[in-house]
Every structure is written in C-alpha cells, then in structure tokens.
C-alpha cells in the first residue's frame, strides 16, 4: 500500500515522499516512533531528546523540532549557537539561564532564545519534556559552543 504524504512513519525505517519538482512535501512524524539520543555526558549535561523534523533526518528544510526530556534535576549544560532557537514547556518545570538571568519553564510557557545568548537548562523536582526548535534545515547543522566552566 502506497504511503500517503500524513502517514506517520519511523524516520529511520521509511523513505520520506518527494513532490515530483524534489521538493519536501507534508509529513507527520510521531514521537514515540524517534529514536531516544544523548544521555549523560560530561559536556552537555544529563538530557535525552528526540528528533521530529530535521533535514539530516526527514525531507525537510528551514525547520529543526525536537522533544528534549530531563529526569528530575537534569541539566543541559551552559551553550550557545549561532541560530535563535525556542523552548515550550510541555511536562513539568525547570529553570533556563538566559544569559545570566532565570527564566521559569513550565507547560505552556514559550521561550526565545536570541542568536549567540549563553543558556542551559536545569529541570525541577519532577523533570522535564519541552519541545525546542530552530528555523534552520537540519539539527547536525547547529554547532553547540559549551561554557568553558560548569
């Protein structure tokens, strides 16, 4: 049975469609069909995520969106990059340093990150899931610049 341009489908295991002019076409990507990355790590912190739209992944441009999940006092370390990027708070809470200031992220709340701000995340008692993104084509393409001190 041919796929239809909404099927939900693993990124790794299906072909994403093309229109006949090569040029992306509509997609769902399920969360729960993604692959968990990261983990812990001694640079970016104690954080896994999930990658949703990507060019590097699925057929697509001008848009990264991921799932970023911290258990209960996670940390994405202190980064920054060149590309503006968002947060939005799905399950519990945490705090985001944003540039030297605390910022509450809890379920609902929208976070803007200017191109090259310093930030990191800290989840809360519960941890924490929010979506982040990036208007750029693909996630392998955004270079993270760790704080030398964490």
């Not at 990027?85 to 379920?107: C, K």
Request: hydrophobic share 40%; charged share 15%; proline share 8%.
């Amino acid at each position: 049975m041919p796929m239809s341009q909404f099927d939900t489908f693993a990124l790794e295991q299906n072909p994403v469609p093309k229109a006949a002019n090569d040029n992306p076409i509509g997609f769902v990507a399920a969360l729960d069909d993604q692959p968990i990355e990261g983990g812990f790590d001694p640079v970016f912190g104690d954080v896994t995520w999930q990658t949703l739209i990507s060019g590097d992944k699925t057929q697509s441009n001008g848009l990264v969106l991921g799932v970023a999940t911290f258990a209960a006092g996670g940390v994405l370390h202190l980064h920054r990059h060149t590309p503006p990027e968002f947060y939005f708070g799905l399950t519990g809470s945490g705090t985001v340093m944003l540039d030297g200031q605390p910022v509450e992220i809890v379920p609902g709340s929208a976070i803007f990150i200017p191109a090259n701000a310093e930030h990191g995340v800290t989840a809360g008692p519960t941890g924490l899931t929010m979506a982040y993104g990036f208007g750029e084509d693909a996630f392998s393409e955004i270079e993270y610049r760790f704080s030398a001190a964490q």
